[in-house]
């Protein structure tokens, strides 16, 4: 499990092929709607350590299209 209590929210985190997001606590579902609205599949993850939930992107949409989404969701 990769945590990471400093991540920013609602940037794009690489990690080997793996590609993270986190945002606030709570917020994780309710981002992982909006990005499927958009065709973007993920999976959401509570991390209790850093207060964050995690989504893991599990399509390969290029990160600068996943990016602009991210950066127009009502936060």
Not at 1 to 10: D, F, G, S, Y
Not at 24 to 45: D, T, Y
């Amino acid at each position: 499990m990769i945590i990471n209590p400093r991540a920013e929210e609602l940037r794009i985190y690489p990690i080997g092929w793996h590609r993270f997001v986190y945002v606030p606590s709570g917020r994780g579902e309710e981002l992982r709607v909006h990005l499927a609205s958009h065709g973007i599949r993920a999976q959401v993850q509570t991390i209790r350590e850093s207060g964050q939930d995690r989504l893991e992107l599990l399509d390969e949409t290029d990160t600068e299209t996943v990016q602009a989404i991210l950066d127009h969701w009502e936060r």
